[in-house]
């Protein structure tokens, strides 16, 4: 009868995984083992950053963005045609489009990856465990929606760029480049919550593959050093 009770529905389990990731990964990461559901942190994350897409496009002051996103081209010509391209709805759609895309595709190439390095490894995981691992992973992502929340209610002018709405990230926290820096894209995808899902997934995958420490950490590692190294070159010859 105890164990009965103790084993909690799937359901639930996979439910009270998105709080308990946050704070006992490890322990969620061998719940989630059986049964990982990959989907649910996917539509999660895609319903929150959605969700803030479109609050933040009907708040945002447009002219003062489009001066924002055009501030390189150095001609009035070259910026007015480039503003009568891009609308506020253009800009709308192709970002809520990119939000359906990004996740699903990001998470199939990371398990693609992972799946790969688990068979070398002789700890062979299936890919919908893969891909679930990388979704799951990704749940402090979803913090960004309180906090991008946060940041639309304080820019009462709606004077507030996109990447602003993820104010943890190193460029806002540390460098507050503006879009038309060579160097400013790089910086804002290196966050606090960028950093917190590259440790759940040395966890998960020290977790579901068996794997020593040392060996997950260079499962993840490598591949974000080679990515970001090769961003960190293109932006200095941009900058050069």
């Known amino acids: 009868m105890e164990a009965i009770k103790e084993a909690p529905l799937p359901s639930t389990l996979s439910m009270g995984a998105f709080i308990t ?11 989630l083992q059986a049964k990982p ?19 933040y496009f009907s708040v945002v002051d447009f002219p003062w963005l489009m001066d924002q996103m055009f501030a390189a081209l150095k001609s009035a010509a070259e910026r007015e045609r480039a503003a009568a391209v891009v609308s506020k709805n253009f ?6 489009i990119s939000t359906v895309v990004v996740f699903p595709l990001f998470f199939a190439i990371m ?20 891909f679930a691992l990388a979704a799951w992973a990704n749940v402090p992502t979803m913090l960004l929606l309180p906090l991008g929340a946060m940041q639309i209610l304080l820019a009462s002018s709606g004077q507030l760029a996109l990447s602003e709405l993820n ?3 190193l460029n ?3 460098f507050h480049y503006g879009m038309a820096n060579p160097y400013a894209t790089l910086l804002d995808t290196v966050s606090v919550t960028s950093v917190w899902s590259a440790v759940l997934l040395v966890i998960g995958f020290e977790t579901w593959a068996q794997v020593k420490r040392v060996t997950a ?21 941009r900058a050069a």
């Open 21 to 31: 990731m946050l704070y006992e990964p490890a322990a969620t990461f061998r719940r």
């Open 217 to 237: 950490i260079l499962v993840v590692l490598i591949p974000m050093l080679l990515i970001y190294g090769a961003w960190l070159a293109f932006a200095v010859s």
């Open 111 to 130: 398990g693609g990856y992972l799946l790969v390095v688990s068979k070398a490894l002789s700890h062979g995981l299936t890919f919908g465990k893969c």
């Open 172 to 174: 806002q926290l540390l």
């Open 91 to 96: 800009l709308l759609v192709s970002s809520s």
């Open 167 to 169: 104010p943890v990230s």
């Open 37 to 55: 559901r990959g989907w649910l942190p996917m539509l999660a994350l895609m319903a929150t950053s959605g969700a803030l897409t479109v609050w």
